[in-house]
Every structure is written in structure tokens, then in C-alpha cells.
């Protein structure tokens, strides 16, 4: 069994080599996304590995076999291990938006297609109420997929017995802003931890990286938006993007 020895302890040093990221106290990847990028894809090039020879061997082995449940905890752990590192790729790898106008409802309504038949949100009854007149904006479409599909994944994590997501969109003439609010039923967020759900790393779920509202919320900030949060306990979450329509957005 010295290959599975041998991957068990990759894993184990992915694993320790994940914790240490997500819980080191001032945050450096944030500080060198470049060095950080570089070192996220050798290490999720190492995880890949891990996960191929351990899924091989638990492959191989008799049902009854006690040495599989070892195996099935690498093979977990290297999930998890690889599902930081490509939070922290995505966080390093913001990159420059490519603006065009785009439909945000149109936006929306792929991410809900993408998304509607995972079993997250089969109990999650779905409610669009979107302004067919709201104005373009000025915005890159991959990443404005991107932010709205790590906020509606966020929602159905917030209502794991079922609930009800709506997408809500309009336009403010005054200010020249479309919005797009995204609400749950979900528990809630407490008042004293509201303020630091947007800071990288930092997570309420037990198998969460603390990046996903982080990269939306740097997305939105470079497209000269605002991701505004409301939300009360044992009633549910709102996130709203708010994006300028004029030329302003295209100002660099």
C-alpha cells in the first residue's frame, strides 16, 4: 500500500497547505495575486494528481475492503483542497473587464437556466420579476456571470430545506443605475457579521473559501458599481449589484 501512503500524505499537505492560507491572520495571497496565481496552479495541478491515483485505487479495491475508507477521505479532502485553490486562482486572476452593453436580464436569466436543475435547487421555487425596459450597461458579460452565479449559489446555500429565490430588476433614471436585487428566505445573516461578508476568506459555511463575494465584489467595484447587502435574521438575504448605464462605466 505505499502509493496509497504516498498520496495520502499529498493530501494531507494540501489540505494543511489550504488551512493555512484560508486562516493566515493578514492575509497575504491577497497582497501578491500574481506570486499567489503561480503557486495556486502548481498546487492544483498537484491536487489533480492526487485525485486521479486515489479515485484509480479506490476503483480497484473489493467493496470490502477497509483500506477504501482512507481513500475516500483523500479523495474528499483533495476535493476540498482543490475547491479553495480555484477560489484563490479566480481571486488572483482578476483581470481587466472587457465592457460591451449587455442585457443584465438576459445575464440573469442564463445564470438561473445554468443553475435551476442542481439538486441545491430543487426545493428552491424560483421568481423572476424583471424590467424588460431597463437599459443595457456597460459591463463584461463573463463576469457579470460570474458574480451573479457566486450570489444566487450563495442564496440556495442560505435555504437548504427550501425557500424562494427571486431576481429583481429595475432602472433609477435619476441616477443612470440598473439593479439587480437577488433575495432569499434563507436564516438570515447576523447584524455584527454583515460588514465582513464582502472581506476575502472570511466564511460562515463549514466548507466555504470566503471568496465568492469577495471576486464579486472587486468585479463590481472595477465596472464603478456598488453590491450593496440587507439582511435579517430569520428572514432572508437581498444582494444588490447597482451598475451605471452612461459612459461613466466605461471610463477607466
Same mark, same amino acid.
Given at each position: 500500500m505505499g502509493r496509497n501512503t504516498r498520496t495520502q500524505s499529498r493530501a494531507t499537505?494540501?489540505?494543511?497547505?489550504?488551512?493555512?492560507i484560508t486562516s493566515y491572520p493578514d492575509r497575504k495571497a491577497c497582497r501578491n495575486r500574481e506570486t499567489g496565481g503561480r503557486g495556486c496552479a502548481r498546487d492544483q495541478q498537484s491536487a489533480d494528481c492526487v485525485l486521479t491515483n486515489s479515485s484509480l485505487l479506490l476503483a480497484d479495491l473489493p467493496l470490502d475492503d477497509p483500506r477504501r475508507e482512507d481513500l475516500q477521505t483523500i479523495v474528499d479532502e483533495t476535493l476540498r483542497c482543490r475547491k479553495i485553490v480555484k477560489g484563490l486562482l479566480d481571486f488572483a486572476r482578476q483581470t481587466k473587464p472587457q465592457k460591451q452593453s449587455i442585457d443584465l436580464n438576459k445575464i440573469a436569466l442564463d445564470v438561473l437556466a445554468l443553475v435551476k436543475n442542481q439538486a441545491s435547487f430543487r426545493n428552491i421555487s424560483i421568481i423572476t420579476e424583471l424590467d424588460e425596459q431597463i437599459p443595457q450597461v456597460l459591463a463584461d458579460a463573463d463576469q457579470m456571470r460570474q458574480v451573479i452565479l457566486n450570489i444566487v449559489i450563495n442564496a440556495a446555500d442560505a435555504m437548504p430545506y427550501g425557500g424562494t429565490l427571486t431576481l429583481h430588476s429595475s432602472f433609477e433614471p435619476k441616477s443612470q443605475r440598473?439593479?439587480? =436585487?437577488? +433575495?432569499? $428566505?434563507g436564516s438570515g445573516i447576523p447584524k455584527e457579521i454583515q460588514n465582513?461578508?464582502?472581506?476575502?476568506?472570511?466564511?460562515? =459555511?463549514? +466548507?466555504? $473559501?470566503?471568496l465568492g463575494l469577495a471576486i464579486a465584489y472587486g468585479v463590481i467595484e472595477r465596472h464603478k458599481g456598488e453590491l450593496k447587502l440587507e439582511s435579517s435574521p430569520g428572514k432572508g438575504t437581498t444582494v444588490t449589484i447597482v451598475l451605471p448605464v452612461s459612459s461613466e462605466a466605461s471610463d477607466e
Open positions: 499537505d494540501c489540505r494543511a497547505q489550504s488551512d493555512a440598473v439593479e439587480l =436585487k437577488i +433575495s432569499d $428566505t465582513r461578508l464582502f472581506e476575502p476568506f472570511f466564511t460562515t =459555511k463549514k +466548507s466555504g $473559501t470566503g
